[in-house]
Every structure is written in C-alpha cells, then in structure tokens.
C-alpha cells in the first residue's frame, strides 16, 4: 500500500512539473515610449491650451493596443516646447493636466531667449514631475487611456498676452512595455 502511495505521489510531482514546464510564454520586454503632440495657437490674450487634442502614438511598437500591454514601467519624459515662440516671449503658468491624476504646474515662468527656440526639459533634473508623470502612466496602464491637456500663457516679457502664436509642444515618456502577441 505505502509502495503505491509513495508511486502515485512521485508520478503526481513529475506530472505538475513537466505541465509547469510547458507553459508558453510569448511575453516579450520592450523599450518604447508613449510620444505625445499638440498644436495649439494663443488667443488673444495669450493663453494656449491644447485641450486633450493631438496625437498619442508607441514609438516603435506600431499596431499595439490596450490588450496587448501586460506590464509597464516608466523611466522618464522629456517635454519639448517650440513653435511661433520670440526672444523676449514668456511661457507663464504652463500646466500639465490629466483627469483622475491632478493638475501640475511644471513652471510658472519660462523665458525665451531667442527665435524660434526648442525649449527642452527632461524628468530625470525635476523630481516632482518624474512623479508626476509615473502616476500619469500608471493611469494610462490601468485604464487603458489618458487625456493630457498641457495650458498656459504666452507673454511680453511685461506680462501681455500675445494673440495668434502657435505652440507645438511634445512630451515623449520611455517605457519598458511589457507585451503579449
């Protein structure tokens, strides 16, 4: 009796072990990012917004969808802001919002220094917007979708809105997307 117990135990572990072993597993780790633009042209009185609009696209991962994403860690983002922008323009009071996450008040003046600058701001030298924009993908990861709005003013160095200009602003986030084909 114990002889047959001790083989049907022994045939039950190499059974689990050999149907664990077999187990596929067609999840593969990639380095992409979540690229987002947006167009946006100030009224008049300077204030730009660029209101959930533009485009969200995977860098390097063409075709993916919601379902196919089982994993994500996010390591950073650069925003870039460019455009119809002057030496001497302030950008005042320019927020990054998502609703379900907060608003955040990347800074409250940037200063153009000359025509046409690319002004570029990366999260690994600002803490807070590491942070921010980690729960900003976390959210993205749980829900499957984000609605960024990136606001602000465009000023004279005086503080008057300037009407008409348009902003190009981008944030590109990089990710390690965790994917199921």
């Given at each position: 009796m114990?002889?047959n117990i001790?083989?049907?135990?022994?045939?039950?572990?190499?059974?689990?072990?050999?149907f664990?072993s077999?187990?596929s597993?067609d999840?593969y780790?990639?380095?992409s990012?979540?690229?987002?633009?947006f167009l946006?042209?100030s009224?008049?009185?300077g204030?730009?917004?660029?209101?959930?609009?533009?485009?969200?696209?995977?860098?390097d991962l063409?075709?993916l969808?919601?379902?196919?994403?089982?994993?994500?860690e996010?390591?950073?983002?650069?925003l870039?802001?460019?455009?119809?922008?002057r030496?001497?323009d302030?950008i005042?009071d320019?927020?990054i919002?998502v609703q379900?996450?907060?608003?955040?008040l990347?800074a409250s003046?940037?200063?153009v220094?000359?025509?046409?600058e690319?002004?570029?701001?990366?999260?690994?030298n600002?803490?807070?917007?590491?942070?921010?924009?980690n729960?900003?993908m976390?959210?993205?990861?749980?829900d499957?979708r984000?609605?960024?709005v990136v606001?602000?003013y465009?000023t004279?160095?005086?503080?008057v809105?300037?009407?008409n200009v348009e902003m190009e602003?981008y944030?590109d986030s990089?990710?390690d997307?965790?994917?199921?084909?």
């Amino acid at each position: 009796m114990k002889k047959n117990i001790f083989i049907a135990v022994l045939f039950s572990i190499v059974a689990l072990v050999s149907f664990s072993s077999c187990e596929s597993d067609d999840d593969y780790l990639v380095r992409s990012g979540l690229y987002c633009d947006f167009l946006s042209t100030s009224n008049n009185k300077g204030y730009f917004a660029s209101n959930g609009g533009g485009s969200y696209s995977f860098r390097d991962l063409p075709d993916l969808g919601y379902g196919d994403i089982i994993g994500m860690e996010y390591r950073g983002t650069t925003l870039t802001i460019t455009g119809d922008i002057r030496e001497g323009d302030v950008i005042r009071d320019l927020y990054i919002s998502v609703q379900g996450v907060g608003d955040f008040l990347y800074a409250s003046d940037i200063e153009v220094y000359k025509d046409y600058e690319k002004i570029v701001f990366n999260t690994s030298n600002d803490r807070e917007f590491y942070n921010f924009m980690n729960d900003v993908m976390y959210k993205f990861y749980r829900d499957g979708r984000i609605n960024i709005v990136v606001d602000g003013y465009i000023t004279n160095y005086q503080g008057v809105g300037i009407g008409n200009v348009e902003m190009e602003i981008y944030l590109d986030s990089s990710l390690d997307v965790t994917v199921r084909r």
